[in-house]
């Protein structure tokens, strides 16, 4: 991020762009927070999910004051354990990812992989597996967006039918 605006200040101006560590501590407080409470809602969600499943599941509750889930919402249920992964593994595939970036361009540039992983080469591998984690990643915002629009729509249905 840094080397970002280093670049565009130095093609912008003559004289390289410094950062204060108090400009860098707000970027990172801003940071965790957002990520903080993106994790919170994306938790929040699937809690409440499970416990409109759960409700629906074991008939505690009619129909017409909880919704029937849909199917989708039942296999919304296995992003918590992506989602709980997240929080531990993230760290490590970025570095992997930094790590094994000089021996990528080797095997672009030259087609030479020194380590491989069930005949594949090592960096194939673990490049496809982020890809594979963005793409889980992706279909549970997608889902959760999905998830947060079906809850608005038939609360309001309801304040509608109640006025």
């Known amino acids: ?41 994306v938790h929040m969600i699937w809690f409440l999910l499970a416990a409109q499943l759960t409700v629906s599941q074991l008939n505690l509750v009619s129909h017409s004051v909880v919704a029937a889930p849909y199917q989708w919402e039942h296999l919304y249920l296995l992003s918590i354990t992506p989602s709980l992964f997240s929080l531990f593994f993230i760290a490590p595939l970025i570095y992997g990812g930094m790590e094994m970036f000089p021996q990528a361009q080797q095997l672009y540039r030259h087609s030479k992989a020194y380590r491989f992983i069930f005949s594949f080469s090592a960096v194939s591998v673990m490049y496809l597996v982020m890809v594979m984690v963005v793409q889980v990643h992706g279909w549970q915002i997608y889902y959760s967006k999905k998830l947060l629009d079906a809850w608005f729509t038939s609360t309001q ?3 509608e039918k109640l006025a």
């Open 1 to 41: 991020m840094a080397s970002i605006f280093i670049v565009f200040s130095l093609t912008m101006s003559s004289k390289p762009f410094v950062f204060s560590s108090i400009f860098a501590v707000k970027i990172h407080l801003f940071h965790t927070l957002h990520i903080s409470y993106a994790l919170f809602n």
């Open 157 to 159: 249905d309801k304040k």
